[in-house]
T-cell receptor
Framework: NAGVTQTPKFRVLKTGQSMTLLCAQDMNHEYMYWYRQDPGMGLRLIHYSVGEGTTAKGEVPDGYNVSRLKKQNFLLGLESAAPSQTSVYFC?????????FGEGSRLTVL | KQEVTQIPAALSVPEGENLVLNCSFTDSAIYNLQWFRQDPGKGLTSLLLIQSSQREQTSGRLNASLDKSSGRSTLYIAASQPGDSATYLCAVPTSGTYKYIFGTGTRLKVLA
């Protein structure tokens, strides 16, 4: 009964380092999303995917890359982390229109 | 481009009061709208999903309505309790896509 699982939950990076956030869903959903949440800004869509092998840009895609090689997984990569990417990242999936969210990944870039 | 606004940004009410949270959107060609609750430091919990063919959806003390023509949805909370204290967010898809845009939320505090 896992739903949407995000790893890692917490991470601290230095400026310029790279990392990958993993989102896994076990509901066989077609659509997957990566959002970031910052104080006073609400949730903003970074990238999303409408099916295996597809990705598309959201509202704030710069500095991030994504891949959806398997239907159940959606990876978010930071090639060269910047302090402006300090945020809480949420993954979501959907099929019939209802969004299901993971618990979030808190990333700090020093 | 879909834009979503939630008013008020913050609300403080005494326990037992009925209250209404508002969500406005600019592109009315949507097929659904979803309301979420978020507790501090936590993820998002889905409360209600309203399909475009529906005008209302109810779950316990919560009732959400959708008026596509006016670009508005309201979340009604009956007999509020301190446990209802949280941030409430609405999410709306951009026209013709499954790309969901969120409002900035209403931070609710229910006083005992």
């Amino acid at each position: 009964n896992a739903g949407v699982t995000q790893t890692p939950k917490f991470r601290v990076l230095k400026t310029g380092q790279s990392m990958t956030l993993l989102c896994a869903q076990d509901m066989n959903h077609e659509y997957m999303y990566w959002y970031r949440q910052d104080p006073g800004m609400g949730l903003r869509l970074i990238h999303y995917s409408v099916g295996e092998g597809t990705t598309a840009k959201g509202e704030v895609p710069d500095g991030y890359n994504v891949s959806r090689l398997k239907k159940q997984n959606f990876l978010l990569g930071l090639e060269s982390a910047a302090p402006s990417q300090t945020s809480v990242y949420f993954c979501a999936s959907s099929d019939t229109g209802e969004l299901f969210f993971g618990e979030g990944s808190r990333l700090t870039v020093l | 481009k879909q834009e979503v606004t939630q008013i008020p940004a913050a609300l403080s009410v005494p326990e037992g009061e009925n209250l209404v949270l508002n969500c406005s959107f600019t592109d009315s060609a949507i097929y659904n709208l979803q309301w979420f609750r978020q507790d501090p430091g936590k993820g998002l919990t889905s409360l209600l999903l309203i399909q475009s063919s529906q005008r209302e959806q109810t779950s316990g003390r919560l009732n959400a309505s959708l008026d596509k023509s006016s670009g508005r949805s309201t979340l009604y909370i009956a007999a509020s309790q301190p446990g209802d204290s949280a941030t409430y967010l609405c999410a709306v898809p951009t026209s013709g896509t499954y790309k969901y845009i969120f409002g900035t939320g209403t931070r609710l505090k229910v006083l005992a």
